[in-house]
DNA sequence: GATTGCCGGATCGTTCAACAATCCTTCAAA
DNA sequence: TTTGAAGGATTGTTGAACGATCCGGCAATC
């Protein structure tokens, strides 16, 4: 290939590339809301009126309900008719849900998820795995955290399947709002860095059926745990979205 | 109980109901959108104008991009950015992918579910395998497939998960769109309805292992199956969405 | 005949203003 | 203390308008 056919080609992807750079401001804002949510700074149980987030994003009421509209479909907000939107405040049935559904895509992923023997994909799960470990030395809590969360993508990346993964990683934002009420970020997790490096081990060593059991396992466990401190958390566990 | 407290429940329940009773206007128009395509009188690759559907259902034009932006998280439609909202058109990539997330829930639920080994459940299955073989006894292919969906649909709620039910019934509404392009209905269910009771009758005497690898290995060969008709298809597999 | 460039039309994404409906809070009356 | 009414806030929806984008058709050029 000469320069002159490498500069043309150079020129045709960049071209390409600037045609999917241009996103909808709804979907800028649903980005920025998101992030919010993600990284805490917007709690569970706030209400975020339309008329405020559009004057302080200088975009109109309806380029924010378009945006909303998305954020709930993620189920990071919910929707109460006439009353607003709220950032989702996961009860305990929310709790088991999503456990029950996890307990069924995380060992299947690793049962019989198309990449489950695949070594980058199973690479990838040990490199999460090393991720914690690594923040857990440092006393990183919040890094273990989310070393967790890439372990648990991870092995739900084992399906071989994108549709799966957004799945997931809607389950595993709602996980992150559940934890926004549990302060004992360290007693959540420590216990689990261990397992996560067990089940990655298993993994490696084509155990699969073990991993699995083990997963389950880990899964239950780790659901009481959780049902438990919330059932003893201040203000009860009353209905999933309160006043304003 | 008196005659007028009974009176006073039931006048009780009433207004409680007619609290719920009101539908937004978009919902209504994505729930009349996604009767539309469900029931194939809206074919994969149409186009929907914002305009024209608006005067068509007597509803403004923003309400109308509200229930169309509903419809595309669900994936029943997709919307290219400045061109317009389209019937989703489920290409040989998207059959695959929708095919290794079904291989990791549908065994999975059977394994790991938390209903797996629930009577009710169980026998929700076995109906739908007897609502199969119902239809397939009086030549009602349409019917068998409906049934078909049904099986599938019971079998992920042995999961005992909501979630995960909704995510199912979005991969099973993407297979009925798949099925929009395939005239030969009972080419692909014939052969499965046999399956779909061995599954069921494996699941009864409780032989949950040999149950989940049976799906496993019958879900592989559908898609295959589903893969090669699709290979074959006139106009060949091109983009997911046509031009206007 | 094939390619390129331009123009017009259609319509999507967004904004704005307005209105009806709903809900919540506050205050006064019983 | 309870009930009812009024006021205010805001949500759900409508309709008009404008800028941006895209596509198709037509004419000019090679």
Redesign the pocket.
Same mark, same amino acid.
């Not at 909808?24 to 979907?27: L, Q």
């Not at 009126?49 to 405020?52: F, I, K, L, R």
């Given at each position: 290939m000469t320069d002159a056919n490498a500069a043309v080609q150079d020129a045709l992807a960049s071209l390409a590339a600037s045609?999917t750079v241009?996103v909808?401001?709804?979907?800028r804002v649903a980005d920025r809301i998101r992030a919010e949510v993600a990284e805490a700074r917007l709690r569970v149980g706030a =209400?975020l009126?339309?008329?405020?987030l559009g004057a302080a994003l200088?975009?109109? *009421?309806?380029?924010v =309900?378009?945006a909303l509209s998305q954020l709930v479909a993620e189920r990071v907000l919910i *929707?109460v008719?006439? =009353?607003?939107?709220f950032v989702a405040q996961p009860e305990a049935d929310d709790i088991r849900d999503v456990y029950s559904a996890r307990l069924v895509i995380e060992p299947g992923a690793i049962r019989y998820g198309a990449r489950a023997a695949d070594p980058a994909a199973l690479s990838a799960v040990r490199a999460a795995y090393r991720e914690g470990r690594g923040a857990a030395e440092v006393g990183d809590w919040t890094g273990v955290a989310a070393a967790n969360q890439h372990f648990h993508r991870d092995v739900v990346a084992l399906a071989g399947s994108p549709r799966l993964e957004r799945e997931m990683g809607r389950l595993l934002a709602e996980m992150r709002l559940v934890f926004q009420r549990m302060p004992q970020v360290r007693e959540f997790h420590e216990p689990y860095l261990d397992r996560n490096g067990e089940i990655a081990a298993m993994l490696t060593d084509g155990h699969v059926e073990k991993a699995a059991d083990e997963l389950a396992r880990y899964l239950v466990a780790a659901r009481d745990q959780l049902l438990d401190a919330y059932a003893r958390l201040p203000g009860g566990t009353g209905p999933a979205t309160p006043?304003?």
């Open positions: 045609r241009v909808p401001a709804a979907e =209400r009126p339309e008329q405020a200088q975009v109109s *009421r309806n380029t =309900r378009e *929707r008719p006439n =009353r607003g939107v006043g304003r």
